[in-house]
């Protein structure tokens, strides 16, 4: 009989706990608990409110207890960058910090003033965002920095919680942009512009390393089942990618939530003058590979929007009544900075268009329709520079997460980059957690054996694309991007 399985997946916005087994070559997954996941406001700085997340965890597990498994194994993924300081007493100093607040404003530029660009991605192979650890690092209150023991990830933080047992997983410790490729470790050169040593991080691990059992005092306070916990791909994205089931070497992935991340799975790191130019990163996955992608602003947009409107609409309403509005009535660069963490989402859309000389969407189904639209171009863009970088075509998109569930963006992406898109899974995180484990249990094989297992399971749709259907409009909003172009309706 098949073990008991917990995914623990914790996303920005939310968090689940899923429950799974293996049956006849097939998955059963279950959802035992959500919660909602935020920051607020502490000493000035955006926060996570981690012990809080915690708790949820444990309240989670209590409902698996009560369904009357006494006994499972469990992983833990979360978002990257974020890190909690653990001082000497192991205990942690602060909540963490969001990689959404304003203190990384100029610190990229700053550091990069004394490390070349280009030095730092040929050491780390990391695409530069401002809100990397490495930045977070470079502002980090000093005092604090030397009263710490330990910086951790926050899975690794968590599971550390659980299991008194410290490690720093290597998908999530490749997005600090301080790994580096050629020895495997943390560059210590980078780490001392930052005033931080190689000793302050726990020993690195790979995906798939067994942590240890949750500790006997959580028994005493919670209601819990015994718990193995194992160290997965610990980084939502590089799980979301082990979920995804794509058929040979070159497909590209999709991994559409809070954030679009957009690539493709490669054996050996990319780090050439087109991939450092483009901006793409190399973050380490499991089973040696690299997740070859690029950052692209993803359902925030929308999220937010939905919770300007005091979410009258869900997601599949806001979807329908954008399918009604003309879909390129703008354009909108969605990386842009002023939609990072606005107070008003809808505003900061209707000021950019005002900004650059463009309709104004007003009703929900056009501001929907601005976002999903151009989300569909970003991603045929960079599907076009993706090509151009690797020096072959893709020849499949598989989309996975939330965004696998909106098929107007799924058709509109297969039509604008010219690819057969396969969407689905949409619960592809807490499967490629799942799948970690059960690996390490050794009920499946190995990662092509997983793929396998989730084609059989889920029902994957699949979007053609239209021909001669917006023709012009990419090259058009490639040349916007550029600046070359300003479009006035």
Not at 31 to 36: C, Q, S
């Amino acid at each position: 009989m098949s073990k008991t399985y917990v995914a623990v997946d914790i996303g920005a916005s939310s968090g689940r706990l899923m429950l799974s087994q293996i049956n006849d070559q097939k998955l059963n997954l279950k959802e035992i608990h959500r919660f909602n996941n935020g920051f607020e406001k502490e000493n000035g700085h955006d926060c996570w409110e981690i012990e809080q997340i915690i708790d949820e965890i444990f309240k989670g597990l209590e409902k698996v207890k009560a369904l009357g498994y006494d006994d499972i194994v469990l992983g833990i993924d979360t978002w990257a960058v974020d890190y909690v300081l653990v001082g000497m007493d192991g205990i942690k100093i602060q909540n963490p910090i969001s990689y959404r607040d304003s203190r990384t404003k100029n610190a990229l530029e700053e550091l990069t003033t004394d490390v070349p660009r280009s030095l730092i991605y040929k050491k780390t192979g990391i695409q530069f965002l401002d809100f990397n650890t490495l930045y977070q690092l470079y502002t980090e209150n000093k005092d604090e920095l030397k009263n710490t023991d330990k910086i951790m990830m926050i899975p690794d933080y968590i599971g550390y919680v659980l299991t008194g047992n410290a490690v720093t997983e290597v998908t999530n410790a490749s997005t600090t942009q301080m790994l580096n490729l050629r020895e495997g470790l943390f560059d210590k050169d980078l780490l001392k512009k930052v005033h931080v040593d190689q000793n302050q991080f726990p020993r690195l691990v790979e995906s798939g390393t067994v942590l240890g059992n949750i500790r006997h005092v959580w028994h005493t306070k919670y209601d819990i089942p015994e718990t193995e916990v194992i160290t997965v791909a610990t980084h939502d994205t590089a799980s979301a990618v082990l979920g995804t089931p794509g058929i040979g070497d070159r497909w590209a992935f999709l991994s559409s939530g809070t954030w679009s991340l957009l690539g493709t799975e490669l054996n050996v790191p990319e780090i050439g003058d087109l991939a450092f130019e483009s901006n793409y990163t190399n973050e380490w996955g499991a089973y040696g590979t690299y997740r070859f992608l690029k950052n692209i602003m993803g359902l925030w947009m929308i999220q937010n929007v939905k919770h300007n409107l005091n979410d009258k609409y869900s997601f599949a309403q806001l979807a329908e009544l954008a399918g009604h509005e003309k879909p390129f009535a703008q354009f909108i660069d969605v990386n842009d900075e002023s939609f990072i963490n606005p107070d008003n989402m809808i505003q900061a859309i209707q000021d950019y268009c005002t900004r650059t000389d463009q309709k104004v969407p007003q009703t929900p189904g056009e501001i929907s329709m601005a976002i999903y639209s151009k989300l569909a171009l970003y991603y045929a863009n960079e599907l076009e520079n993706l090509n151009n970088i690797l020096g072959y075509k893709l020849d499949a998109l598989n989309i996975v997460g939330g965004g696998s569930n909106v098929k107007l963006l799924n058709q509109l992406t297969s039509t604008l980059a010219d690819i057969p898109v396969f969407a689905g899974p949409s619960e592809a995180t807490a499967i490629g957690n799942l799948v970690v484990q059960m690996i390490t249990e050794d009920e499946i094989n190995n990662i092509a054996d997983a793929r396998e297992i989730i084609r059989n399971t889920y029902q994957i749709s699949e979007y053609k694309p239209e021909i001669n259907k917006y023709g012009g409009v990419l090259k058009d909003y490639q040349n916007f991007l550029k600046g070359k172009i300003k479009v006035n309706n």
